[in-house]
């Protein structure tokens, strides 16, 4: 089982980038994680590249999703929305069908609650049919603060094992 993970930070030493972490440690046994780490080197999202001569950055984007049973991103909110360079990743995946019916898992590591990017994020991946329900939607606010709290790991190991369970088939 393999979870292909985005961080929606840029910053060196970025909490959410560290939630990702914390994520791997704590996931059951036998999953990969792929963590996207080239976010701030793909190119400007732009229709006339998304073709044949599709960029290079843009190739190896879309085969580790293509490699993936699921996709967890977790992001902060700026300016009551999610980054930029976010939306950019997003973009380069909308005319491909990379996301559809895959489990989605969001955390907002963010100062406050992360509502604007919540409802942002949740609507660009029903857009695109990624598999988004509820109960993959965890918001951490003061994501700096807890990082190392016994009782957000807890919260996060059950997280990524409810991802975990979504990707296996209803019997």
């Known amino acids: 089982m393999v979870i292909f993970a985005i961080s929606g ?3 060196q030493g970025s909490s959410n980038t560290s939630i990702l972490h914390t994520l791997k440690s704590v ?3 036998g ?3 792929i963590l ?3 976010v701030a080197s793909l190119p400007h999202f732009n229709p006339d590249l998304d073709n044949e001569n599709l960029p290079q950055e843009v190739k190896e984007l879309r085969g580790m999703l293509n490699r993936s049973n699921a996709i967890l991103i977790s992001t ?3 300016a009551h929305g999610i980054p930029g360079s976010l939306k950019n990743v997003l973009d380069w995946l909308v005319s491909t069908v990379l996301l ?3 489990p989605t898992g969001i955390i907002l590591g963010s100062a406050s609650e992360g509502n604007y990017a919540r409802e942002s994020l949740i609507e660009i991946l029903k857009t695109m049919n990624a598999k988004v329900s509820s109960d993959l939607v965890m ?3 003061g994501a700096r603060t807890k990082n190392d709290d016994p009782n957000t790991w807890q919260e996060l190991k059950s997280f990524i094992e409810g991802l975990v369970l979504a990707t ?3 019997s």
């Open 31 to 33: 999953v990969e994680f």
């Open 9 to 11: 930070s840029l910053r």
């Open 36 to 38: 996207y780490e080239n």
């Open 27 to 29: 996931a059951p046994a």
């Open 168 to 170: 296996q088939p209803l």
């Open 76 to 78: 902060p909110e700026y």
């Open 139 to 141: 918001t951490l606010p």
């Open 100 to 102: 559809e019916n895959k």
